[in-house]
Every structure is written in structure tokens, then in C-alpha cells.
């Protein structure tokens, strides 16, 4: 570490750009990786976002959700309501879908991370992670869309079987 003090590197903003270096180093070594690695990886990272107390967490807000409602409808609804998320939930047929005109990823909104190609698995999992646990089930998430890859929206699919509905 040289001659700094080991207790300069406790400042909050110092933290974070080590952090978001870090991060983007992994991230980037991220591609170097099949895709089906990468995306057990990210979906890992999705799940703990989900359970991250700074969001609620989103996951025990799901868990409440689960518990008190057993109507699809009531369950998006209050979902909308009391999950943060980038973008309103529509149930239209077998699938609940969610079309965000920015990224949903607040790390990549405020520039921590630099690569959002790749995080998009990140933000699938959260999606796959919550509906898991809203619905009782697991559940198939398609990212049809991502502003990280190029499109100028997101577009969270999940696909709900027969007896979903």
C-alpha cells in the first residue's frame, strides 16, 4: 500500500471508485467467459441484489406479497406499488412483461458500472428472483430488449404456464 495510511482508504467516495473499478475489472474479465457461465454468474448477483436490505429488501417485500394475496392481478398491482422497479409490470396473456425507457440497474444509472452489456444478466436475475418468490414457483424470464445491449427501452418477459394464469 505504500506510505498511505491504511484508514485514508476509509472515505466513502474512495470506497466506491475502488469498488466500481473492481467490479468493472470483473465484469470485463465477464466476456472472456461462455455465456451460459456468465449468465449463472449475474443471475447469482440478481439474487443478491434482491435480498440487498437497501431495497426493502425487495425479496421479503415479495415474500409479504406472496403470503397475503393469491390473485395475479392483486399480486402485479401491489408489486407496482411496492417494489421499486424502472417501469409498471402488465399482465397481458401467459406473460407479465415490464418495458423500461431507462436501465433499472441503479449502479448503472449513476455510472458505477461501466460495462452494461453483460450486467443485464444482473437485472434478469433480480426479475427471475422476485417473480419466483411472488408466484411460489419458478419462473422463465426472457430479456427481450436491453438498453445495456443497444435498444433504446428494456424489455423484462416473464412467461407464466397455463396454470399461472
Request: hydrophobic content about 35%; overall charge negative; proline content about 2%.
Amino acid at each position: 500500500m505504500g506510505s498511505r495510511e491504511v484508514d485514508e482508504y476509509a472515505d466513502d467516495e474512495i470506497l466506491l471508485k475502488l469498488a466500481s473499478t473492481t467490479l468493472n475489472a470483473i465484469l470485463d474479465s465477464l466476456n472472456h467467459v461462455d455465456e451460459e457461465t456468465r449468465e449463472k454468474i449475474l443471475r447469482l448477483c440478481g439474487i443478491a441484489c434482491a435480498k440487498e436490505t437497501t431495497w426493502g429488501p425487495a425479496i421479503d417485500i415479495a415474500e409479504k406479497i406472496s403470503r397475503e394475496e393469491t390473485s395475479l392481478d392483486r399480486i402485479i398491482e401491489r408489486t407496482n406499488n411496492e417494489i421499486s422497479w424502472c417501469s409498471k409490470w402488465v399482465k397481458r396473456g401467459n406473460i407479465i412483461s415490464s418495458t423500461c425507457r431507462e436501465c433499472g440497474c441503479p449502479l448503472v444509472r449513476h455510472g458505477i458500472v461501466k460495462n452494461p452489456e453483460v450486467f443485464c444478466d444482473c437485472s434478469k436475475g433480480w426479475v427471475e428472483t422476485i417473480f419466483s418468490t411472488l408466484l411460489k414457483r419458478p419462473v422463465q424470464v426472457k430479456l427481450e430488449k436491453s438498453i445495456g445491449r443497444g435498444d433504446d427501452e428494456c424489455r423484462f418477459i416473464v412467461i407464466l404456464d397455463d396454470d399461472q394464469q
